[in-house]
């Protein structure tokens, strides 16, 4: 048989703090209990977005312009970082298809906003979220 009890003694933005009495077979434990609050959720997306613009930079400063992605760069990034969501990425006619749906200005480079809409489209498709 087992069972817990948790008591929280105090909770502030980051963590709850408490003591967590566990019991199995009749013996009793306790452990001291810090458990990330909500803000968690939040720590994860920024973190999310922090990679999202470390990785465009990466990939935007090998050639050309460092803030925008020239074809090949794109190519290099949507290979090497997408494999699972963008299909045949090593197809010069799918990455110049994917390119020209999302080059606005048709100037054959991807600003960040640009590029971004992929990543909208992406996840938007990833969470079955109509478009
Ligand atoms: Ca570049
Ligand atoms: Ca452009």
């Known amino acids: 048989m087992f069972s817990a009890d948790v008591c929280i003694s105090r909770e502030d933005e980051a963590y709850i703090f408490?003591?967590?009495m566990v019991t199995v077979k009749g013996q009793s434990s306790q452990y001291l209990?810090?458990?990330?609050?909500?803000?968690?959720?939040?720590?994860?997306?920024?973190?999310?977005i922090s990679t999202l613009v470390t990785q465009f930079k990466t990939y935007a400063g090998k050639?050309?312009?460092?803030?925008?992605?020239?074809?090949?760069?794109f190519q290099h990034l949507v290979a090497s970082q997408l494999p699972n969501y963008v299909k045949n990425a090593s197809d010069p006619a799918v990455i110049d298809q994917l390119m020209g749906s999302l080059d606005e200005n048709n100037d054959g480079e991807l600003t960040f906003s640009e590029?971004?809409?992929l990543?909208?489209?992406?996840?938007s498709k990833q969470g079955g979220f109509s478009q």
């Open 18 to 20: 408490g003591e967590v």
């Open 115 to 117: 590029f971004w809409q």
């Open 63 to 73: 050639d050309g312009s460092s803030s925008t992605l020239s074809k090949d760069e």
């Open 33 to 48: 209990l810090r458990h990330a609050a909500l803000q968690t959720q939040k720590v994860i997306m920024e973190a999310a």
């Open 119 to 123: 990543i909208g489209k992406l996840a």
